[in-house]
């Protein structure tokens, strides 16, 4: 094949022949290094969503445009990917354009630069971005509720904003595109975006710290938050404690599990992890070293003079600890009189939002703080704290952290915080002193800084005794460690990992997506079925054959049924196996008149034509006897519940259950069961309203895997819709059509929606 003719009809052809994914496909074209151009076809753009764009929009004093470049880390972390060909970041550019010629103007200027903006009217910015986002998801997930505002107006504009991006998106996204979305900002918008583009690839991040579930609860809109978020793909995080939270967020609102940060939602695959968000390292380290940043430096410590300085950076916000820090220093300087006079703090406060009552009073709470610290301990010659209200360039900051002996940062929460990690990577001489609240994200990286609980402020007032007199061996031996960790996890290793992952995630998709078995294909397997010699069909029972009943004993077989099995049995060459989870007894009250085989119990019974039952050999069921009590338990404080208990296995039916109970009980069972199993050799299953216990040698897979073995087939047909049907199909061999029913995400080659098209099926098969 000539790889440099390709198209892209010839690519999906390939895809469904060899029945590969497209990034297996890419992974040979990458080794084909002649052929690198072709890449950005095949595998679609990046488009990166996020509330502001990398550029901010301003007017210059004469009225006009002017564009800022952010040197934030994200800005510079995803530099490198939206300027790439036709990627493009979205976004409001942070002003309300007067009218529709300067927001033409800017919007051209943008798109030059792979930009597309979201236009925000005052009252959106107003409503959405300063009222829902800060003032509600922010004080709730930085555990500041007392702050928090849960009005109806501010969660109207957020839904309708985050359409606006929505629609945005849309309009310049194909199927094969990847979207990374960013922030608390866009919970709402990756669940909106499914909804337009189904199979586009979406990856979501969270540059905030996410609550516990008892402080997320209060949100009164905590389902639809959660609902969006989850339409994408890959959900990350800074830490693991953060991706703990949602997940239990997820369990006890959706009512959906996860295994090891895998969970179903819609019939897709969602993964949830943690990615540590690093800083351009070799941007902080060059800063620190240029020519501009020692003059500076110089200059700075002429104006301060031989004395110890401790830094401290952060935007004026009550999660940052600003006042607490003041109190801790005041405590410093009164429990160690000796470092009066010889240590000072310069604080650096950005300013943020100061017209906003509660963010005025901190600022004003600061200012009285600084100035009753300064007028305490103040002489004419030295000055305690140097305030400063006012962002700085990056030259000043680097000298800034250059001239820290001692950096303070110490938030009440923070989701990473890269301040302390600017200060780490600015430390050429590899002196210097971090003091970390364990609050902050960035805490779990750099577990060679002191760290802190910044609520005990007797213990930070001690932190900094420690630190100002620390030797400089011990600075280096800790500050080596911290390097060489950011250098590694640097911001450009971050965005790999997570956009690695994104398409790691999706091939997964793609290769459990099965196709619909739509008229074409199911005339193929008709066809081959009444071609075949030797025909053999493995078919569940429940959800299969039969829907779902209330009543587990309800789901008998009705008459078609009875019908459309015995006449696939009595058809010649044409072996037909239940397999089901049903327990022996069951099966043979039920279907035992016609001629079939049936396997029972996920396995564990296997019976062919005019035969005895048999079962696996080494079986042990003593074990129901340390299980069964605590099933009892769930079923005692669960109205509604009840366990079935079959020969090797035991059973806790939910379907009778209050919603949302049913599914929270299971999730306590599956954990509390699992930790039994690990020493009794057991597994544990979940089912449709159902959790099973059984044997780990037993599964249907095996007990299907004997048929097929022993028998020269040419036609293969099995039809389930159980996650134990998993099973089934990965022991069939590749010619075998498989199809899972009510859901698209399996290993079988087909999926069908309802019980009523699998009957429909094999009444074609009995037709001649």
């Not at 009809?9 to 990034?23: F, G, H, T, V």
């Not at 109806?152 to 839904?159: D, L, N, R, T, V």
């Not at 009285?368 to 002489?379: A, P, Q, T």
């Not at 960790?485 to 459990?512: A, C, E, G, P």
Request: glycine share 6%; charged share 30%; net charge negative.
């Amino acid at each position: 094949m000539d790889w440099r003719n390709i198209s892209e009809p010839s690519l999906r052809d390939i895809m469904e022949r060899y029945r590969l994914s497209k990034c297996e496909i890419i992974k040979v074209l990458i080794c084909l290094e002649s052929h690198f151009w072709y890449l950005h076809d095949a595998m679609g753009r990046t488009i990166i969503v996020s509330n502001r764009l990398p550029v901010k929009v301003s007017r210059d004093k004469k009225g006009g445009l002017r564009y800022k470049p952010s040197e934030g880390g994200l800005a510079t972390g995803l530099g490198s990917i939206y300027r790439e060909g036709d990627n493009i970041w979205v976004g409001w550019p942070g002003i309300h354009f007067d009218n529709i010629t300067e927001e033409k103007e800017a919007s051209e200027k943008l798109r030059e630069e792979n930009m597309k903006p979201v236009t925000l009217t005052e009252q959106e910015i107003e409503l959405y971005y300063e009222g829902f986002s800060n003032e509600t998801l922010w004080p709730t997930f930085h555990y500041f509720t007392q702050y928090a505002l849960y009005k109806k107006s501010y969660w109207q504009a957020y839904e309708k904003v985050n359409q606006k991006f929505c629609d945005e998106v849309v309009a310049v996204a194909n199927t094969d595109d990847t979207i990374w979305l960013h922030d608390y900002q866009l919970f709402l918008l990756p669940g909106m975006i499914r909804e337009k583009l189904p199979n586009v690839s979406i990856g979501f991040f969270l540059h905030i710290p996410f609550p516990s579930f008892e402080v997320f609860r209060l949100l009164p809109w905590r389902r639809q938050l959660l609902d969006g978020v989850l339409g994408s793909d890959l959900i990350g995080f800074h830490t693991y404690d953060d991706m703990r939270h949602f997940l239990s967020a997820v369990s006890r609102i959706c009512f959906i599990s996860n295994q090891h940060g895998q969970l179903n939602k819609d019939g897709r695959t969602v993964e949830v992890d943690s990615f540590p968000m690093g800083i351009d390292y070799d941007k902080y380290a060059s800063s620190s070293a240029s020519p501009d940043t020692l003059s500076r430096e110089v200059k700075y410590r002429t104006s301060l003079g031989d004395q110890k300085l401790m830094l401290s950076i952060d935007r004026l916000d009550y999660s940052k600890g600003i006042p607490a820090r003041l109190q801790i220093f005041d405590l410093f300087l009164e429990k160690y009189p000796q470092y009066v006079g010889k240590v000072s703090l310069m604080m650096v406060v950005v300013p943020s939002r100061d017209s906003v009552d509660q963010y005025r009073d901190l600022k004003e709470e600061v200012d009285l703080l600084v100035g009753r610290i300064n007028g305490k301990y103040g002489s004419v010659n030295w000055t305690p704290i140097h305030y400063f209200y006012r962002s700085f360039p990056l030259n000043d900051l680097s000298a800034f952290y250059r001239m820290a002996d001692v950096a303070l940062v110490t938030p009440m929460r923070d989701g990473m915080n890269l301040v302390c990690k600017e200060y780490v990577a600015s430390r050429l001489d590899k002196r210097g002193v971090l003091i970390l609240s364990e609050m902050a994200g960035a805490s779990k990286e750099l577990s060679e800084a002191i760290i802190v609980n910044p609520n005990d402020k007797h213990q930070v007032r001690d932190a900094i005794k420690r630190a100002l007199e620390m030797t400089e061996e011990e600075q280096i031996r800790h500050m080596e460690i911290m390097q060489a960790t950011l250098k590694k996890y640097n911001i450009h290793h971050w965005v790999k990992l997570f956009m690695d992952r994104l398409v790691d995630v999706f091939d997964k998709q793609q290769k459990m997506t099965t196709k619909i078995l739509d008229d074409t294909a199911q005339q193929k397997l008709v066809e081959s079925f009444r071609k075949s010699n030797n025909k053999l069909l493995f078919l569940d029972y429940d959800g299969t054959l039969t829907a779902f009943t209330p009543n587990p004993r309800e789901a008998s077989p009705d008459e078609e049924l009875h019908e459309i099995l015995d006449l696939l049995a009595k058809k010649e060459n044409t072996e037909v196996v239940v397999i089901s989870g049903r327990d022996k007894n069951t099966l043979e009250e039920w279907l035992g008149q016609h001629n079939l085989e049936f396997v029972a119990e996920h396995g564990v019974w296997v019976k062919s034509k005019d035969q005895p039952w048999k079962t696996s050999d080494n079986l042990d069921n003593s074990w129901k006897e340390d299980i069964r009590p605590v099933l009892e338990i769930y079923v005692n404080k669960t109205p509604g519940s009840f366990i079935e208990e079959k020969d090797y296995s035991l059973v806790w039916h939910y379907r009778k259950v209050e919603t949302g109970l049913g599914e929270l009980r299971s999730r306590e069972i599956i954990s509390h069961l699992k930790y039994l199993a690990v020493n009794m050799n057991l597994q544990v299953l979940e089912g449709n309203m159902v959790v099973e216990i059984k044997n780990l040698e037993v599964n249907k897979g095996k007990a299907a895997a004997k048929w097929v073995s022993t028998n020269n087939l040419d036609f293969i047909l099995a039809i389930g819709d159980d996650a134990t049907d998993e099973d089934t199909f990965k022991a069939m061999p590749e010619h075998a059509y498989t199809i899972k029913v009510g859901d698209n995400r399996s290993a079988a080659r087909f999926s069908m929606k309802e019980p009523k098209a699998v009957r429909s099926l094999l009444k074609q098969l009995i037709e001649e």
